[in-house]
């Protein structure tokens, strides 16, 4: 009997002890919890309103008015209490380039979309903006699918596999009239 009540006495120690340890592990995890911050660095300079205001400055070619935005970004990121590696690196060319980076590349992007509906040559702007090179290609093959929707249209107009100028001049004419709507 005594055994049986030494054993049932090691349980009972062992399942409060098994408890205890639990809701230790709990309360640290909600300190740990609580440590995380409400937004990330990414977050941060994903942002819309920080995105258009930086495309807008690099349109104007406008340095301080970028310096501007990641100083705003800086402070979004201290009121969100980020680790301080993360506010290094908000601190750091590194993420003023990234934001500069995808403006250019936004920015690329808008003009290429006008100049695909108004059926103007984008290499000058492949120059302008080499940061969107990985676009390059998609963007060709854009303009190849317009090209050949024009030629459809042209050989719809003429009713002939080989349209001449005239019906390519009105295929165009048409493209822009529907581009522009």
Do not use: C
Not at 56 to 61: F, G, L, R, S, T
Not at 67 to 72: G, Y
């Amino acid at each position: 009997m005594k055994k049986a009540l030494v054993v049932l006495a090691i349980i009972i120690a062992a399942t409060f002890s098994w408890f205890a340890y639990l809701s230790l592990d709990a309360d640290k995890r909600d300190q740990d919890a609580a440590q995380v911050p409400l937004i990330t660095v990414m977050e941060i300079l994903h942002a819309s309103d920080l995105q258009q205001g930086v495309k807008q400055a690099v349109k104007n070619d406008d340095a301080e008015a970028v310096d501007s935005w990641m100083a705003q970004a800086r402070e979004v990121g201290q009121a969100a209490n980020l680790a301080s590696e993360d506010m290094d690196y908000l601190n750091s060319e590194t993420a003023k380039d990234y934001v500069v980076f995808n403006a250019k590349r936004q920015l690329y992007n808008e003009a290429f979309e006008a100049r695909y509906y108004a059926l103007e040559d984008v290499e000058s702007l492949k120059a302008q903006y080499p940061e969107a090179k990985d676009l390059f290609p998609r963007t060709d093959a854009l303009i190849e699918k317009r090209d050949a929707i024009i030629q459809q249209i042209a050989v719809a107009i003429s009713g002939s596999e080989q349209p001449d100028d005239a019906a390519l001049q009105e295929a165009r004419k048409q493209w822009l009239a529907k581009s522009s709507k």
